[in-house]
């Protein structure tokens, strides 16, 4: 949850400088009010949330993400809160008007460093231009079925992409297949924004673009703990890699 505050919150200013990026009671709102929803986003702070602070923290969220132009998620780490609250959540947040988008895991691992990575049908290069940036877009958006300029919206003229995050592309040829980001966050290398295109699936490119965003991360901060939230459906790859999954993770979205 720290590890996403802090990212987060360099990733919205990068995209805003007025950017809403506020830290409450019991709230963290981390949220650009751009068109690429990862990029608006709240998550709950506390430890040890029992199911009636749970109920008015899932309700504060709400009323902040009605009050934005664009969407964005609610998320939600399982081990924050207490055995109730954790059994009640899916209701509570109903009641608040929210809706179960989809789920994940938070990982971690003191696995770095790590050989340096390769794949026979792909070569990695590095994002250092828009055009670069547009690409890691539309891999995104792809592999995560938004449309197109949504994620040009949240990456396209960014000076943190291309100077301070680790990002690649994995290339097929001359094609864009894969892309996996890391960046320096409170002493470890934090994944960010990993995607494949969805015709490319199941090759081991995810996999290995992350390996070498890890790698070249590492290399350059002399990191050695690496974080990541993975969704449920790409949560296979990382452990194969050294991360040990922690907390389980739910998005939720605005009802309608």
């Known amino acids: 949850m720290k590890q996403l505050a802090t990212v987060w919150r360099a990733m919205v200013l990068d995209r805003d400088p007025s950017a809403d990026v506020r830290n409450l009671p019991g709230i963290a709102v981390r949220w650009a009010d751009c068109r690429f929803a990862f990029w608006n986003c709240v998550t709950l702070t506390g430890v040890g949330v029992d199911a009636s602070l749970m109920a008015d923290l899932l309700g504060q969220a709400a009323d902040i993400m009605r009050s934005k132009e664009h969407a964005g998620f609610l998320w939600v780490f399982e081990d924050l809160l207490d055995a109730k609250a954790r059994g009640s959540l899916m209701d509570v947040a109903g009641r608040a008007g929210l809706m179960h988008a989809f789920s994940g895991i938070g990982m971690a691992g003191d696995l770095l460093p790590i050989p340096e990575p390769m794949h026979p049908d792909l070569t990695f290069v590095r994002v250092e231009t828009d055009e670069h940036l547009r690409v890691y877009a539309d891999l995104n958006s792809c592999a995560y079925g938004m449309p197109l ?98 907390s389980s993770l739910h998005f939720f979205a605005l009802g309608n």
């Open 149 to 246: 300029e949504a994620g040009r919206d949240g990456l396209v003229g960014s000076t943190l992409w291309k100077e301070k995050v680790y990002a690649y592309l994995g290339m097929r040829g001359d094609v864009p297949v894969t892309c996996a980001g890391t960046v320096e966050a409170d002493g470890r290398l934090f994944v960010v924004l990993v995607a494949t295109d969805p015709r490319w699936e199941r090759r081991g490119y995810g996999e290995a673009v992350t390996r070498k965003a890890l790698y070249e991360g590492a290399r350059a901060t002399g990191l050695i703990r690496a974080t990541l939230h993975a969704t449920a459906a790409g949560a296979s790859v990382y452990p194969r890699i050294g991360f040990e999954p922690n």
